[in-house]
């Protein structure tokens, strides 16, 4: 009997990877395979099909070389294979087209022109070029991302689908109420401490709020390559910053906490100067959560989610902020929710409205009808 099969680099956090999870619970699949075996998610029983190597670069290239000979002892030509992420992808695409000739589903999760920043970028683009077309069916989470594929990489249109991420409304409802420790109002913002989220953005504008905010703090959660920068820009601003939530330091650098969601639910904005996003999970919870939104209008993602239609919903869509006039634009714009109680509240109850687009149940069955 044909199976339906995953495939991912791992099940070690992210996007993706909850992506996965939703799609194995609601039994959309009969199996998943991995190539490390990082796993955050008990409730997927996942299979490895790589051995760990001590060196890193060793294993990704292994996984480059070998990973379709691994994948073909786990797959007939009559089952399907989804899988997540490039790596897994050219896998997929390469046991396809060589060795089983199944039906390969790829994953695309953000812009291609993420791998610009990269010296060795471009032969990630080449394999997409190359790889790419003989894929059966090809998903993306954002119409930006299809838009791209097609135009840059002349992809046919009839085979790419759109289908969102999923957020579950239910668990983040479960989180939301439980106690934070933070007693004053807070902005926050959420991600890897990384060039690409651009977080030194939020502090900059968060500096110019604070002069006629007192008590507001500003919150970053994640851990990343920028800690450093970031607490030197804090200096630079004159902002005092703690690692630890119960600080009077108008910066909190915690790293990761056990419940981001009851931060993100009593947080007056989420603040997203990202320079480039796939379609922002972090954006789709807090919305999710009734918290309203400021953003980067980069590609790719937060203008279909906040702006789907040329008018803001549930938050703000700005131009990515690099200049001092940026963020002053930035700061006004918060600023102007945080005088106004009911703009906030309205914004709030946009965010709520605007979510259920995103609502697990619905993206479950868009993959349905794809897989089925």
């Known amino acids: 009997m044909p199976k339906k099969i995953i495939l991912i680099n791992s099940l070690g956090g992210g996007g993706a990877e909850k992506q996965v999870s939703y799609l194995f619970e609601s039994g959309q699949v009969d199996e998943v395979l991995t190539l490390t075996n990082e796993n955050i998610f008990p409730q997927v029983k996942s299979r490895v099909i790589f051995?760990?190597?001590?060196?890193?670069?060793?294993e990704i290239i292994s996984h480059f070389i070998l990973g379709p000979f691994q994948l073909i002892k786990n797959v007939k030509s009559e089952d399907s294979v989804l899988s997540?992420?490039?790596?897994?992808?050219?896998?997929?695409l390469v046991a396809k087209k060589f060795l089983v000739g199944h039906k390969a589903i790829i994953s695309i999760r953000i812009s291609p022109s993420f791998y610009n920043q990269y010296k060795l970028g471009f032969l990630y683009k080449i394999l997409i070029n190359y790889l790419y077309p003989f894929a059966d069916k090809i998903i993306v989470n954002s119409f930006d991302n299809a838009k791209e594929l097609?135009?840059?990489f002349g992809l046919e249109k009839e085979k790419i689908f759109v289908v969102p991420n999923a957020v579950d409304k239910v668990f983040l409802d479960s989180k939301k109420g439980e106690p934070v420790e933070i007693s004053s109002d807070f902005l926050i913002s959420v991600g890897r401490l990384?060039?690409?989220k651009n977080m030194v953005a939020s502090l900059k504008v968060f500096a110019l709020l604070k002069k006629r905010n007192i008590g507001l703090k500003l919150l970053l959660l994640g851990k990343g390559p920028d800690l450093n920068k970031l607490k030197d820009q804090c200096r630079e601003l004159n902002l005092e910053y703690s690692a630890e939530l119960t600080s009077s330091a108008d910066v909190l650098l915690p790293g990761y906490v056990d419940n981001p969601y009851a931060y993100m639910a009593k947080a007056r904005l989420l603040i997203l100067p990202s320079l480039f996003e796939g379609l922002p999970n972090v954006i789709l919870e807090s919305i999710t959560l009734g918290t309203p939104v400021i953003a980067a209008d980069c590609p790719t993602g937060p203008r279909e989610i906040i702006c789907p239609e040329g008018i803001d919903i549930g938050g703000r869509l700005l131009s990515i902020p690099y200049s001092k006039t940026d963020y002053f634009i930035w700061a006004k714009a918060v600023q102007e929710i945080l005088?106004?109680?009911q703009k906030e509240k309205l914004l709030g109850v946009e965010a709520l409205a605007r979510s259920e687009f995103y609502s697990k149940e619905r993206i479950i069955s868009l993959w349905e009808k794809i897989l089925n």
């Not at 051995?51 to 060793?58: F, G, W």
């Not at 997540?84 to 997929?92: A, D, H, K, Q």
């Open 84 to 92: 997540f992420l490039e790596v897994s992808n050219f896998i997929n």
């Open 150 to 152: 097609i135009e840059d």
């Open 194 to 196: 990384s060039p690409q």
């Open 339 to 341: 005088d106004d109680s």
């Open 51 to 58: 051995k760990k190597r001590k060196n890193r670069l060793l």
